[in-house]
């Protein structure tokens, strides 16, 4: 198998892990890969998601762009912190050359015609939740793929915390899929097509969430 080895740390991102992503993303419209950062690499992003909470650069997230645009804490409490990949301190590059591998990855297995990307560090606080939504816009159809990956040192199931995906079988029957932020898991789905829901938890979730997208095309 042909390795990229594009990681410093430990773990090497390897084909084949972006294989099986792309596999069931074709599948099942989503994926999970479970040490997609390694223990270290989650170490370094935590570090600087934290740096930053407690010199107060999160703000409470809205819903909606544009003029739909408004906060409201009854569908949405995580507090935000976007990040800009030109002037991310070095050690945390590796991220943002994950990600880009990824995008190439896609372009050429998918013909998504992937293009940008945006990423945000996520905070919430106890209690705090997202209810169901769609993260496409309805004016900006730009947002293709959502990505999460957790950052949360030893996640218990008691902790709470859960992302829940709203799925159809083959049959068009619906169901759901839970899965806990631990610590270097990778959520990704179809951002125009799978309904989500961030459930309340015990303590801190933390995270770094973003879109893979096209260019969007200014519309009326
Ligand atoms: C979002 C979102 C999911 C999660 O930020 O749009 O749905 O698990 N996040 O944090
Ligand atoms: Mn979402």
Redesign the pocket.
Known sequence: MNKLSLSSGAQTFSESLLDSLVDSLAENSYAVVDNFLSASEVEILRKHLLENYHSGEFKL?GIGNAANYNKDTTI?G?Q?FWLDPETVSEDMQFFFDRINATISYLNRTCFLALQEYEF?F?C?QPGSF?KR?L?AFKSDDSRKI?I?V?LNEDWNEMDG???RLYLDDETGASYSKD?Y?IGGRM?CFRSDLIE???FPSGRP?L?V?GWLKTRPVLGF
């Open positions: 997230a949405r995580d935000i945000h996520a919430y997202f939504h993260d959502s999460v957790y915390g859960n992302i899965f932020p959520v989500h829901e961030v979730r995270s969430t």
